[in-house]
């Protein structure tokens, strides 16, 4: 079946430093990837998404780029800023043969951004 | 709003009771699903609703739960005689069908969600 695994965090970083959070997938045929965020008391909201292999997803100064080779989704930003300190969910949707699928995701990763 | 939205935002509830948790999609959205999101557990997949079709019930963890969707638009997610375990935060979310939507990918978009504690 498919899953998602994300690093562990909580990733805790300085204002403007780089950000990578690691995503890697299992999935049999070709799923679409994302990434959703969850900023503290409010609900899930899509980030970025990669429809196709090679494709590069990007919001907000995020990026990831659907690596079909090493089955990757890596989460990059070049300057954190304290407003981006949330939790990461890095995500894939298949095609099932019933036309219809569910979202598949990580456990979630802590990004905490001091000043 | 336009959004996905859920009620009640927080019920607490004592052990053995019942509650009903309810989920009003985007107007247009055919497809409704409901996870499930704990602590050390992530995100879980529960249910799906895709138009009159039968729903995928492949994730809920017992009989305990059920769900209805009734005409299309409006779901309630039932869980009988809780039990501690089963607090969590449950996420509603609705996407357009697979078959209207360009690409192939399906967008998903969440409500805020219903934080159930059971004592």
């Known amino acids: 079946g498919n899953s998602v695994t994300q690093m562990e965090g909580p990733v805790t970083l300085s204002e403007e430093a780089f950000l990578t959070i690691n995503c890697t997938y299992t999935a049999t045929g070709y799923p679409s990837l994302f990434w959703y965020v969850q900023y503290p008391g409010e609900g899930l909201q899509l980030l970025l998404k990669?429809?196709?292999?090679?494709d590069k997803g990007s919001n907000k100064g995020f990026e990831a780029t659907y690596r079909k080779e090493t089955t990757s989704f890596h989460l990059e930003k070049g300057s954190v800023q304290v407003s981006d300190s949330a939790v990461y969910f890095c995500?894939?949707?298949?095609?099932?043969?019933?036309?219809?699928?569910?979202?598949?995701f990580g456990k979630g990763t802590m990004l905490l951004v001091s000043p | 709003g336009a959004g996905v939205s859920q009620s009640p935002s927080n019920k607490v509830t004592e052990k053995g009771k019942d509650v009903e948790l309810r989920c009003d999609p985007i107007s247009g959205h055919t497809a409704l699903y409901w996870y499930r999101q704990s602590l050390g557990q992530g995100l879980e997949f529960l249910i799906y609703?895709?138009?009159?079709?039968?729903?995928?019930k492949s994730g809920l963890p017992s009989d305990r739960f059920s769900a209805e969707r009734t005409g299309g638009s409006v779901s309630t997610l039932t869980i009988q005689r809780t039990q501690q375990e089963d607090s969590a935060v449950y996420l509603c979310?609705?996407?357009?069908?697979?078959?209207?939507?360009?690409?192939?990918?399906?967008?998903?978009?969440f409500g805020p969600g219903t934080r159930l504690t059971v004592l």
């Open positions: 990669a429809t196709k292999a090679d």
């Open positions: 609703f895709q138009g009159n079709s039968a729903p995928d």
């Open positions: 979310a609705s996407s357009l069908s697979v078959s209207r939507q360009r690409g192939s990918y399906n967008e998903q978009f």
């Open positions: 995500a894939l949707s298949g095609r099932e043969g019933s036309g219809y699928s569910t979202l598949t």
